[in-house]
């Protein structure tokens, strides 16, 4: 199924690689000006120079969403030069380091939780007016099995996970009865570099690539997604789509 974003701007944060970098192009292959979000110049850089060979549009903006002036900033740049934005996917994450509880370095904790949750919060903070804008605002955030079934050693991980469901639940329940709709992804094991990370024994060729993510997640941000304060598996809908009920 195509879905058409002909028109709409599009932010992705983590865009320079793995999941961000699939879903970035995969909207722009549907029509959409992406502004790709990541601290990584080259990366981005390379995503440029894809999407512009499918004969997309992008606008690059290098920045560190733990820098919390510029993410604050990033709402006003967006009204001076479009007004609005239909399409927010929030994506960038960091694993941090998995180990005891006990034994998490507080650096890494913050870090981990300033990325995860609280960026995200900042995000919605500077991004909810222009949200709101669009005749069809749409909100994405992406999740983890680990934030509803915690397991030993994933750490701050796992909790800034959950923290960012149980923020993602309450501003859904706010903007019910507006445009906006908003809603999560759990992806699921991804042959991403973080996955790697966290599992190195594990065999990346069993499992999905980025790109294969990325239609579910243009369908959960196209106009004609109206569900809202939905949690959705990506295995449960490719099983579904593989059974022929998209």
């Known amino acids: 199924m195509t879905t058409d974003l002909t028109g709409r701007i599009a932010l992705v944060t ?14 722009a292959r549907s029509g959409a000006h992406v502004l790709a979000v990541a601290r990584t110049v080259g990366g981005l850089e390379e995503l440029d120079d894809e ?70 919060w900042r995000l919605l903070r500077t991004l909810d007016p222009l949200l709101h804008a669009s005749d069809a605002g749409r909100a994405l955030f992406l999740t983890s099995t680990v934030a509803s079934q915690p397991r030993a050693y994933w750490g701050a991980y796992a909790v800034s996970k959950a923290a960012l469901e149980a923020m993602v639940h309450t501003y859904a329940d706010e903007i019910e009865k507006s445009n906006l709709r908003v809603n999560l992804l759990n992806p699921g094991a991804t042959r991403t570099a ?21 239609p579910l997640v243009l369908q959960m941000v196209s106009p004609a997604w109206t569900a809202n304060d939905r949690l959705v598996d990506y295995r449960e809908w490719a099983e579904s789509a593989d059974a022929g009920n998209p």
């Open 194 to 214: 973080m996955r790697a990370k966290a599992r190195p024994g594990e065999d990346p060729e069993t499992l999905p690539t980025p790109d294969a993510i990325a």
């Open 51 to 120: 999407i512009q060979n499918a004969g997309g549009t992008a606008t690059l903006v290098p920045l560190d969403l733990s820098d919390t002036g510029a993410v604050d900033h990033l709402g006003g740049a967006i009204a001076e030069r479009w007004g609005k934005l239909d399409i927010l996917v929030g994506n960038a994450a960091i694993l941090g380091e998995l180990g005891p509880m006990p034994h998490q370095d507080p650096k890494l904790w913050n870090d981990v939780l300033a990325l995860n949750l609280t960026a995200n």
């Open 14 to 27: 983590g865009a320079s690689r793995g999941i961000g970098y699939a879903v970035a192009k995969a909207l």
